[in-house]
């Protein structure tokens, strides 16, 4: 069966085309390496997994609430809508959401991988190139894990969301290099990175914690690469280049504040549209939630050097400007203990297997002695 068959709504076959502007950059100074940089490149060659045998894809999962997450954190729990649903309905709402959620994730990942190779091209600096070289290895992993997890644990695909649609072709339309830098590594992994720890630390799922665990190891290597490499760029620009990346960044941010409200399970369900996204943006935890997606995003802009107050007013006005007190690299370091966690969980739970079936065997052996 096609992908095509599987999503919820028509796609159109064939590909989406994003003509791109700008230069590919080639440079003939092979020894000159920013050595931040360089180390996260070793890591990227080092951090390399296999996500076929790495992720046990036997654990289940229950379409209709594929996180495991209570009732109460559905999003529209508590409203007139829900309340007048059946069991069967927010069954089939979760069933939408989850499909819609995790086609989300998958979707981005494909736009990462575009624009990480993309950024291999037109970036000027060596080093920045063989960091990028990793990160399409990554991206290219991420896609093709989503993809298996949407496919055979949920069985329906929704298309991209048309936010995440357009800031993803406002990346790769723009000739400046850096802009494919800055509206995917910090905007756009950002909130996915932030995503995928609410998730993996809200879900109750095994399979679902293991997986975001693990796709998360590797985004945090992806947002610190943005970090370090505009932040060296950015303290050159004239105020009038500065000022053209923070209106990109305004708008980008409101294009990933709304990315996440799920307009289009809404539609596909045939709910009243103007009633849910009321509750919805209105709601104490849905403002909780967006205010917690921007945890990444607004220190890494702080740290790059977009921080005029325009920019920081927008933020204000979001309610997201206290998240610029968060320490990017004390976060990255916990993403990355979580992933070694589940990977010594794992080998102590196979190792007590293997002991318990020897023990096995030389009881049996002794008993029948």
């Known amino acids: 069966m096609s992908t095509y068959d599987r999503y919820v709504s028509p796609v159109e076959p064939g590909t989406w085309d994003v003509p791109m502007a700008g230069s590919a950059r080639f440079t003939w100074e092979y020894d000159d390496g920013r050595q931040r940089l ?3 490149y070793q890591k990227g ?3 390399q997994w296999d996500a076929q045998k790495r992720i046990d894809w036997d654990l289940e999962v229950v379409p209709t609430n594929v996180v495991g997450l209570p009732e109460e954190f559905n999003p529209l729990h508590g409203s007139r809508v829900w309340d007048r649903m059946t069991q069967k ?6 069933l939408h959401q989850g499909s819609w959620l995790f086609s989300q994730f998958l979707h981005g990942e494909q736009g990462a991988l575009t624009v990480a190779a993309r950024i291999v091209e037109t970036v000027p600096d060596l080093d920045s190139k063989f960091y990028a070289a990793t990160q399409v290895m990554d991206e290219a992993r991420h896609v093709e894990l989503y993809d298996r997890f949407v496919k055979e644990k949920i069985g329906t695909y929704y298309p991209i969301n048309k936010d995440l649609a357009k800031l993803l072709q406002e990346s790769l339309t723009d000739g400046r290099w850096d802009l494919p830098y800055l509206g995917m590594q910090v905007l756009i992994e950002g909130l996915a990175l932030a995503a995928f720890g609410l998730y993996r630390d809200m879900a109750t799922n095994p399979l679902v914690k293991q997986l975001l665990a693990y796709v998360m190891q590797d985004e945090a290597r992806h947002v ?3 970090r370090l490499a505009l ?6 620009l004239t105020d009038a280049e500065r000022k053209e990346r923070e209106e990109f960044v305004i708008e980008g941010c409101h294009l990933m504040r709304d990315r996440f409200r799920g307009i289009e399970v809404f539609e596909r369900l045939g709910l009243p549209m103007d009633e849910c996204l009321e509750y919805v943006d209105n709601s104490v935890m849905f403002k909780t939630y967006q205010s917690l997606l921007f ?4 220190p890494c802009v702080r740290d790059v050097g977009l921080w005029s107050e ?14 610029a007190r968060g320490d990017l690299v004390a976060l990255m370091r916990q993403d990355e203990e979580i992933a070694e966690d589940y990977d010594r969980q794992r080998y102590e ?3 007590a297997t293997r002991r318990a079936e020897v023990d096995g065997v030389i009881a049996e052996a002794a008993a029948s002695s």
């Open 38 to 40: 360089l180390d996260l």
């Open 45 to 47: 060659k080092d951090k």
């Open 89 to 94: 309905e927010r069954d089939e709402f979760g």
């Open 224 to 226: 610190a690469f943005g």
């Open 231 to 236: 932040k060296d760029y950015y303290a050159q």
């Open 295 to 298: 945890s990444r995003i607004v």
């Open 310 to 323: 325009k920019v920081q007013a927008a933020y204000d006005d979001m309610g997201v400007l206290d998240a």
């Open 349 to 351: 739970a196979e190792l």
